[in-house]
Every structure is written in C-alpha cells, then in structure tokens.
Nanobody
C-alpha cells in the first residue's frame, strides 16, 4: 500500500519561493508517474506538473508554467515541486498523486493514490 506525504508548504510574501516535497512510503519507481495538483477553497483540483519517475520526462500545465519545476530523488522516494514568483492566486492546498491509471495525467480522477496535502498561503 502506497502512502504519500507532502511537506514544505507555508506562508510567503508575493514574489517568494517554496519547495514542496512528496515522499512515498515505498519504492515510488514502481508507480512510474507522480503529479502535483492544487485546490483552492471552492475550486476544482487543478493539475500543475507530472514526472515519469523512470524516464524523468516532465510535463507542465499552463497554470504555473515557467514558475515551477518538478524533480525527483529516487533514492529518497521523493518528488519535489519548486515554485517561484508566487502570487496570492497561488494560495491553495497542494497535493501529490501517484499510480496513474487514466488517459490524461491532468485529470484528477486518473490517479490512484493521494497525499493529505500541504497548505501554501501567499500574501500580497
């Protein structure tokens, strides 16, 4: 059973940076692909980026394109999301997901495992 734990969230000023981490309880390589999503109160869960842990291929949605970098540390079973130039509109709960089962990685319903999330708050 795979468990995902996000960390690294917090409160920052607009223009600041944060690095979020998603640590898996088991060998994450067996799940091939990991993604980051976010969800603000009253809004749908939005895809941010995904990485194929085996091939290191990465894909980004336009949502935060140019302001985020997804990366992996297989030895630590961790996938990270570096975020730059944060804006108040980036305030949300950020989640990582693993075990891709669908056709479109940006579809939240296509993922089998989710972490509990880490809160990011950006003030102006």
């Amino acid at each position: 059973h795979l468990e995902l734990v996000e960390s690294g969230g917090g409160s920052v000023q607009a223009g600041g940076s944060l690095t979020l981490s998603c640590t898996a309880s088991t060998d994450i390589v067996t799940k091939y692909r990991v993604a980051w999503f976010r969800q603000a109160p009253g809004k749908v869960r939005e895809a941010i980026a995904t990485i194929n842990v085996r091939s290191t291929d990465t894909y980004y949605r336009d949502l935060l394109a140019g302001r985020v970098t997804i990366s992996q540390d297989v030895a630590k079973n961790t996938v990270s999301l570096q975020m730059f130039a944060l804006e108040p509109e980036d305030t949300a709960m950020y989640y990582c997901a693993a075990d891709f089962q669908g056709r479109a990685w940006y579809d939240a319903n296509a993922w089998g495992f989710w972490g509990q999330g880490t809160q990011v708050t950006v003030s102006s």
